[in-house]
C-alpha cells in the first residue's frame, strides 16, 4: 500500500467520527414528549383494533334499506317492551291477589280465634248460672228466724253479690222476661195459660230465668205464655151456672 492511500484512509475516518459526533450532538439537543408519543401509539393501536372489531357497513347500502333496517330494529324492541310490560302486569296481579288472599286468611283467622273465645267464655259462664240459680232460691225460700240465721242468710247472699258482680264485669246480664212479648230466640215456652188479663203471647211468668253475653244467649228464659181464652169453654162454663 501507498503512502497516498493510507493517508486517504486516514481522512475518511476522521470524517466519519465527525459525523458521528455531529449526529449525537443534534440528537442530544432535540426535546422529545416519550409519554406523548407512547400514549399517541397506544390509542392509534386500540382505534385498529375497535375498526377491525365493527362490522362493516357495506359501502353500497341505500337510504331506503338503511331506513327499513332502522324501523325494523324499532319493531323488534318494541315487541320486547310489550312483551316485558306483560310480564310485569302479570306479576302485579300475582302480587295482589296474594296480598288479597293473606289479608282474607288474616281476618278470618281473627274472627275464629275471637269466636272460639266467645265459646269459651260462655260454656264456663254457663255452668256457673246453676251455682247463681241456687243463690236465688235460697234467698226466696229461705226465712231466717233469728239473729244466727240472719247472719248466715246475709253471709251468703253477699257471696251472692259478688259472683253477680264478676258476671257483670264479664258482661253477662240477665233477662226481664215478664211482662214482656214472648221471643223465641230469647224465651222457651214451657206453658201456656188461657187468660184475657193479658194480650196473647205476652209473658205471664218466669220460672228460670235467662242470660246473655253481649248479643249472644247464654240460656233462654222458661216462661209461661198467656193465650186467649177458648169460647166454647166459656160458653159451657155460662150455660153450668
Not at 455531529?22 to 392509534?44: N, V, W, Y
Not at 264478676?166 to 211482662?179: D, I, Q, Y
Request: hydrophobic share 35%; net charge negative; with cysteine.
Amino acid at each position: 500500500m501507498t503512502d497516498a492511500d493510507t493517508n486517504d484512509n486516514q481522512q475518511s475516518a476522521e470524517s466519519g467520527v465527525d459525523n458521528i459526533e455531529e449526529l449525537r450532538l443534534e440528537d442530544a439537543s432535540a426535546d422529545i414528549d416519550f409519554d406523548q408519543a407512547f400514549e399517541k401509539t397506544a390509542f392509534e393501536e386500540a382505534d385498529s383494533e375497535a375498526k377491525d372489531d365493527s362490522p362493516e357497513m357495506p359501502d353500497d347500502i341505500s337510504a331506503e334499506d338503511a331506513f327499513a333496517a332502522e324501523a325494523g330494529a324499532r319493531v323488534a324492541l318494541q315487541k320486547q317492551v310489550e312483551g316485558l310490560q306483560a310480564q310485569l302486569d302479570e306479576r302485579t296481579g300475582q302480587f295482589t291477589r296474594l296480598t288479597a288472599d293473606f289479608d282474607n286468611f288474616r281476618k278470618r283467622t281473627e274472627k275464629q280465634r275471637e269466636d272460639l273465645e266467645i265459646q269459651v267464655k260462655c260454656n264456663t259462664i254457663s255452668t256457673m248460672l246453676e251455682v247463681v240459680d241456687n243463690f236465688q232460691r235460697a234467698r226466696d225460700h229461705i226465712k231466717p228466724d233469728n239473729d244466727g240465721e240472719m247472719a248466715i242468710h246475709k253471709s251468703y247472699q253477699g257471696v251472692y253479690k259478688q259472683l253477680i258482680e264478676a258476671l257483670k264485669k264479664l258482661g253477662v246480664s240477665p233477662m226481664r222476661a215478664e211482662g214482656q212479648e214472648f221471643d223465641p230466640n230469647l224465651h222457651e215456652a214451657v206453658m201456656r195459660e188461657p187468660t184475657d188479663q193479658y194480650p196473647e203471647g205476652t209473658v205471664i211468668d218466669e220460672f228460670v230465668r235467662g242470660y246473655v253475653l253481649g248479643e249472644r244467649v247464654l240460656r233462654h228464659a222458661m216462661v209461661k205464655v198467656a193465650t186467649p181464652l177458648d169460647p166454647s169453654a166459656e160458653s159451657a162454663d155460662s150455660s153450668e151456672s
